[in-house]
């Protein structure tokens, strides 16, 4: 998926006279150099919406990644503003708005984003946490195994580990959605402090 989205913000940005080694800091896997690469995009005057809304939902990423919740979301308004259609824009200004505990407003992203892009396992998975927030266990469940129908295995995987790291599953970790893992998402959705996915740290061997 990132590489996709880099190989279409590098077609679009060679017209503007952007050089592709500053495309490709804007997705780099260094958080300081996303930012610093796709800040040198957005100031390029000559970029056409479509690629500066990405730029910003770039940016507003590598921020949100760092801990500048507040910071990443006037970044995710600018790409959604110069793209109303970008489906990962607003999920992931979604997911900063549930992280700040906004949820009606994450929750109407989030529905933007699915009527956009139904097929999201990130989107689904991103609802399913809202819906969980607000006490919606069974609508929670059901976007989680949304998300993992559409996300498979790997999703599967993490959320294994994640109900693994809250004690609630003691399975395997290979991406088959069981009655064990079931219960184990029922368990976490009952209540708000739960979350089925791990820190990254935790999962990195187990999913790869």
Request: with cysteine; aromatic share 4%; hydrophobic share 40%.
């Amino acid at each position: 998926m990132m590489m996709a989205l880099a190989a279409v913000l590098a077609a679009c940005a060679a017209s503007s006279g952007a050089s592709s080694n500053t495309v490709a800091e804007c997705f780099s896997e260094s958080n300081e150099r996303r930012i610093a690469g796709c800040s040198e995009l957005i100031d390029n005057p000559n970029l056409d919406a479509g690629t500066r809304s990405l730029a910003y939902a770039m940016r507003a990423l590598a921020l949100s990644l760092e801990g500048a919740l507040t910071q990443a979301l006037p970044d995710y308004d600018m790409a959604i503003k110069l793209d109303p259609t970008s489906a990962m824009a607003l999920n992931n200004r979604a997911w900063v708005l549930f992280k700040l505990d906004r949820l009606s407003e994450g929750l109407s992203d989030v529905e933007r984003s699915l009527a956009l892009a139904p097929a999201s396992p990130h989107a689904h998975d991103t609802r399913a946490h809202i819906r969980q927030a607000l006490g919606e266990r069974a609508a929670a469940l059901r976007d989680y195994e949304q998300a993992m129908r559409f996300g498979g295995e790997h999703l599967v995987k993490l959320y294994q580990c994640g109900l693994e790291a809250n004690g609630i599953y003691s399975g395997p970790i290979d991406g088959l959605y069981t009655r064990d893992v079931r219960r184990a998402l029922e368990t976490c959705v009952a209540t708000t402090t739960c979350d089925p996915l791990p820190a990254d740290e935790e999962c990195r061997a187990a999913t790869s």
